[in-house]
């Protein structure tokens, strides 16, 4: 078995390395890649943007399956070419990786079939005048998002009135992210914990794996700028049996046969981000991909063979997997950059890499590079997660962090209160297989 792994940070390390444990002994490309994947596989530079170029590099090395790690190509149509090209690929069609390239999309579709969202409402980005009467008639806090991918800086979560003018002038008049604000949506502010939900779908059966909790912000207690993710566990206690029964019923289920109701079956991973509010479940975004850091939390507590599991996704076959029931947890630090979100440098070299740890600890490189001597260096605002899997989500917190401060390079900077949230909450989650006959449904 031959797979091609397209992209270069953390999560794509963890399906990598994920890959590598299954006993059917894949042969492993990865395009670019990392120091990390270059342990497990053969990083190769392939422009994703090229879609003949992949098909081309796929044909050339009989690649069996593609795994399409990042929202861009999927939103650019990347599974979509393979697809005509009869290659097995793991993401969805252009048309259904909409629910996360347009957000605009995204609201429209859970308002027509009635998923649970923050009440919204869309602008055009001539509409900058409409958008601030708007924001004024409704008041703070409220959320400004641009409609298209910004790389994880489109959400605008404003506590004060003067926050939100400024969002809407930033994004409308100004322009500051392009035209993924070509269309600017204005929702609800909502209050709760947030979780991710990660659904393996081949466009007829899901299933779900374990819940995880990203922490976005990059200061401890949640505040300072959003990042891409500053660390993550799973499984999320907050997320308790009934809630995972009423999200299936009245968000996964929906979305699904929406989606293939509307003739874009969605085939792939779809990251479900919720808020539990007071008033129960709501879609807060819906991703295309795995989300990073979760994949590094939610991958090493999935004890399936992971090239059934992904080939399912691209071949069919769901229905035949019954993922087991989590009982341990699993949690991962991200260290970055100085300055990280902001303006950071690169080339700092990173010690402790090496030092021989404990298998159930994995090192996942995101922002790194081998320089000419060999020595692995900085080169991105997230360098590298620490992700540990112990009986107790403690157990896991105590091995990560452990691990952490055996890791240096200058400037490092990482939270410490990665997890705390999730401690001595109760744990009984169960990701079991759901045929849900109105996906069924032709
Ligand atoms: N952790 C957030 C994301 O992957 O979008």
């Not at 894949?26 to 879609?51: D, K, R, W």
């Not at 999927?74 to 793991?90: C, M, P, Q, T, Y």
């Not at 993924?180 to 947030?194: D, L, Q, R």
């Not at 007071?278 to 992971?306: H, I, W, Y």
Request: proline letters at 5%; one cysteine or more; a negative charge.
């Amino acid at each position: 078995m031959r797979i091609l792994i397209i992209g270069g940070g953390g999560r794509e390390h963890a399906i990598a390395w994920c890959l590598a444990k299954s006993p059917q002994k894949p042969t492993l490309f990865v395009a670019p890649g990392n120091p990390g994947t270059h342990e497990l596989a053969t990083n190769i530079t392939l422009n994703a943007q090229n879609s003949a170029g992949v098909v081309s590099f796929v044909k050339d090395n009989k690649i069996d399956l593609v795994i399409i790690g990042p929202e861009q190509p999927l939103v650019d149509g990347l599974a979509d070419f393979l697809r005509k090209n009869e290659i097995s690929v793991v993401g969805p069609s252009a048309m259904a990786a909409r629910l996360e390239g347009s957000k605009s999309f995204a609201k429209a579709f859970m308002a027509r079939h009635g998923i649970p969202t923050a009440a919204f409402k869309t602008f055009r980005q001539d509409e900058s005048r409409e958008a601030l009467r708007f924001v004024r008639e409704q008041g703070a806090p409220i959320v400004v998002k641009a409609s298209g991918l910004a790389a994880g800086k489109g959400a605008i979560v404003c506590l004060t009135l003067s926050e939100a003018e400024l969002a809407i002038e930033q994004l409308m008049v100004g322009q500051t992210l392009g035209d993924a604000a070509s269309e600017v949506v204005v929702e609800s502010f909502m209050t709760g914990e947030e979780v991710s939900v990660f659904v393996l779908t081949d466009g007829l059966d899901y299933v779900t794996l374990a819940p995880a909790q990203d922490h976005k912000r990059i200061g401890e207690g949640d505040t300072g700028p959003n990042t891409g993710g500053m660390g993550a566990y799973a499984p999320a206690p907050a997320y308790t049996p009934q809630i995972e029964q009423e999200v299936r019923r009245r968000i996964i289920e929906p979305t699904l046969a929406g989606m293939k109701g509307e003739g874009h079956p969605f085939q792939g991973i779809l990251y479900v981000g919720l808020m539990l509010t007071p008033t129960g479940p709501s879609v807060v975004e819906f991703n295309c991909r795995l989300g990073d850091p979760e994949t590094q939390v939610v991958l090493p507590l999935m004890k399936e063979d992971a090239v059934d599991v992904f080939r399912a996704m691209a071949e069919g076959g769901i229905e035949k997997l019954s993922l087991e029931k989590v009982h341990e947890s699993s949690a991962c630090v991200v260290m970055a950059s100085a300055g990280y979100p902001g303006a950071y440098q690169k080339g700092r070299p990173i010690t402790g890499l090496d030092v021989s740890s404990d298998p159930s600890v994995m090192v996942f490189h995101a922002g790194t590079i081998e320089n000419d001597i060999g020595e692995i260096e900085t080169n991105g605002g997230r360098v590298l997660a620490v992700s540990a899997t112990s009986a107790t989500l403690k157990g896991a917190l105590d091995l990560a962090y452990d691990r952490v401060a055996r890791i240096s390079f200058e400037g490092s900077q990482y939270r410490r209160d990665i997890g705390q949230k999730g401690l001595g909450l109760a744990l009984d989650i169960n990701t079991s297989v759901s045929s849900n006959p109105a996906i069924r449904q032709k």
